[in-house]
């Protein structure tokens, strides 16, 4: 099993959609949860960090079920630029034991 | 810029040759990371330093890889004898003292033919 999971997609959303993504970890003892947004050919670029009691910033809402270890992402009103591929990001303990997942890539059409 | 550069940030090379990528991390940052990614996959973690000091390796980290960080500043990823498999896109990556919000570098693309 990966240390990090989650569905590859790819999502295809029109305009204004609302879309989620979910994250499964196995390591029960995982410290801190973030979601990485990484545009084509870039690197990637911290979205948001993950709390328990849920936390959203604008359109993106994240949640963290500790009991379940999965970690969700939603994003109403897609855009067509938040096309790209989202990373979902696990650390169990200091910075070098940070797992990335594979990511889910998304598609925004007008 | 205040940020992480790398160094080229494209290169292709023979099989067999060898390559060297350079990292200046963000100033204030005493925490240093190397992750190499592949096409559909994540960064996958190869090494770390706090200052100076290589604390942790990847066994992906083969012996064929090398990093140095010898002033506690920029650092160096070389890949002597470079495979096809090598080919990814190496990124550099930077953190605070708290460790947590990791800082990447733009990458740089090693492509083996």
């Known amino acids: 099993r990966k240390e990090v999971e989650q569905d590859p997609g790819p999502f295809n959303v029109p305009e204004g959609a609302t879309v989620a993504f979910n994250c499964t970890y196995s390591n029960s003892a995982s410290q801190s949860f973030f979601w990485y947004r990484q545009d084509c050919r870039k690197e990637p670029k911290l979205l948001m960090s993950?709390?328990?009691s849920g936390n959203e910033d604008g359109r993106f809402t994240a949640q963290l079920n500790r009991a379940s270890q999965y970690i969700s992402l939603l994003i109403r009103d897609s855009k067509l630029s938040d096309s790209a591929t989202y990373l979902c990001v696990v650390n169990e303990g200091g910075g070098f034991k940070t797992i990335f997942g594979a990511g889910t890539r998304l598609f925004v059409k007008a | 810029d205040t940020g992480v550069s790398q160094d080229p940030r494209h290169k292709i090379t023979k099989r067999g040759q060898n390559v060297t990528f350079r990292c200046d991390p963000i100033?204030?940052?005493?925490?240093l990371y190397w992750y190499r990614q592949t096409l559909g996959q994540g960064p996958e973690f190869l090494t770390y330093?706090?200052?100076?000091?290589?604390?942790?390796k990847s066994r992906l980290l083969s012996d064929r890889f090398s990093a140095e960080r010898p002033k506690g500043s920029f650092s160096t990823l070389e890949i002597q004898r470079t495979e096809q498999g090598d080919s990814a896109m190496y990124l550099c990556?930077?953190?605070?003292?708290?460790?947590?919000?990791?800082?990447f570098g733009e990458g740089s693309w090693l492509t083996v033919v």
């Open positions: 990556a930077t953190t605070d003292r708290s460790g947590n919000t990791i800082y």
């Open positions: 100033s204030e940052h005493n925490r």
């Open positions: 993950v709390y328990s």
């Open positions: 330093f706090q200052n100076e000091a290589q604390l942790e």
